[in-house]
């Protein structure tokens, strides 16, 4: 098919929930996309932070379809050994006790926040069911997660929500002033993405742990975007010191295919059992067995590489006209802009670049494997436009 065939079955057929650029792609290799059109992109996006590996990684590919030559789907009747290996890996690598798989980021939130219910009801009884989260906050598209998330532009339409959730500025006071006696977690991602990419002041986050800590209030990380590898670290909350009771991560953690996780560590390691929560794709085989890939290779040396690739890019960014600002942590990059993001992003497509933008900024995280040869050519079209 050529685009304006794919363009007009979909806005035929397709839900009408999204906003699209006028393009499609065919294939590529790494972090340059081919479009329909056979033109060249270079992505800074990664499907929104979502191909690690950017596309056609040779590896990741043969270990997904190894899997798929085997079997597809179980489901959680039974055990599969890309699931139990998986878990093994992430909990070896972050220290976690236990892992809850989902499908998406959002599921893995539902899951963390309905655990926190459940350590508080067990340990407190009733009445102690209240989720705090951050202004400026997104959690995710279901009901709870929705309601969880910070920013009211997401809650126009979608009311009632769920009961005891509230939100707070990143800040003590207002977290004093809004975590009361009925709380049993707070939810923070320490890079807002959504909103900005705004990585939250470290003092604040170091309160907070402690705040937590002293009344028994769980630390939950969603650390959907900001997770496996992005800052250049494993996760992000580990640029802090601390240590959360929960963390929720998707989005990289399947290099493209669509696979959740609840990291439960010592203080919930047992809280959810047999007939609690479940999800039929939860820890599908095929799923897995691309994130053990994934996280496999995110060693030591593999994150100062991507370290390296942030400073090199921020520094340039730094340096460009029309740039106001550099936000975020390693390659979760936030650009402050003189000029209209969205209208940044459409140019940058037209010059063979994507970029994404969250509110007023433009957003850039690339897959973590960009060539130095793709960051100077996607860097040397956007700062053309940013002119
Ligand atoms: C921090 C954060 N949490 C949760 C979500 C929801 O993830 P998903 O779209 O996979 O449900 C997102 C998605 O952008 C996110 O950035």
């Not at 085997?70 to 890309?82: D, G, L, M």
């Not at 919930?268 to 047999?274: G, I, K, P, S, Y």
């Not at 802009?337 to 969205?342: A, H, Y």
Request: aromatic share 10%; glycine share 10%.
């Amino acid at each position: 098919m050529d685009f304006s065939q794919i363009e007009q079955l979909d806005k035929r057929y397709h839900a009408e929930t999204y906003a699209y650029f006028p393009v499609a792609f065919t294939g590529g290799k790494n972090a340059t996309l081919i479009g329909t059109d056979g033109k060249e992109y270079i992505d800074f996006g990664a499907g929104i932070a979502t191909n690690i590996f950017g596309v056609n990684d040779e590896s990741w590919k043969a270990a997904v379809i190894e899997q798929l030559g085997r079997v597809q789907h179980v489901s959680n009747y039974y055990y599969a050994e890309p699931q139990s290996r998986l878990a093994e890996l992430l909990c070896t690598k972050s220290g976690a006790k236990r892992v809850f798989f989902a499908n998406s980021g959002a599921e893995a939130n539902e899951c963390a926040f309905k655990a926190a219910r459940k350590y508080s009801a067990m340990k407190y009884g009733e009445g102690r069911a209240k989720i705090v989260s951050l202004k400026g906050s997104f959690h995710g598209r279901t009901l709870f997660t929705l309601t969880a998330t910070g920013q009211d532009a997401f809650h126009r339409w979608f009311g009632p929500f769920v009961p005891e959730v509230g939100y707070a500025e990143a800040n003590m006071e207002d977290l004093r002033r809004v975590a009361d006696q009925k709380t049993c977690a707070v939810v923070i991602e320490c890079v807002q993405g959504e909103s900005g990419v705004n990585a939250l002041p470290r003092q604040f986050v170091t309160a907070l742990e402690a705040f937590c800590k002293e009344r028994d209030i769980l630390l939950i990380c969603d650390e959907v975007q900001s997770g496996n590898g992005r800052t250049g670290k494993l996760y992000a909350y580990e640029h802090y010191g601390i240590s959360p009771d929960i963390v929720t991560t998707a989005k990289g953690l399947g290099g493209g295919l669509p696979i959740g996780a609840c990291l439960f560590f010592e203080k919930t390691e047992h809280v959810l059992q047999a007939g609690d929560h479940g999800s039929t794709f939860g820890g599908n085989p095929v799923c897995c067995a691309g994130a053990v890939n994934v996280v496999s290779r995110l060693t030591d040396e593999f994150l100062l590489e991507v370290q390296g690739k942030a400073d090199y890019m921020r520094a340039k960014l730094k340096g460009f006209d029309g740039v106001t600002q550099v936000t975020g942590l390693g390659l979760m990059i936030g650009l402050g802009v003189k000029k209209n993001s969205k209208e940044i992003a459409a140019e940058c497509l037209k010059r063979g670049l994507l970029v994404l933008t969250a509110h007023e900024r433009v957003r850039i995280v690339p897959p973590l494997t960009i060539t130095k040869t793709e960051m100077d050519e996607g860097l040397s079209i956007l700062k053309e436009v940013l002119k």
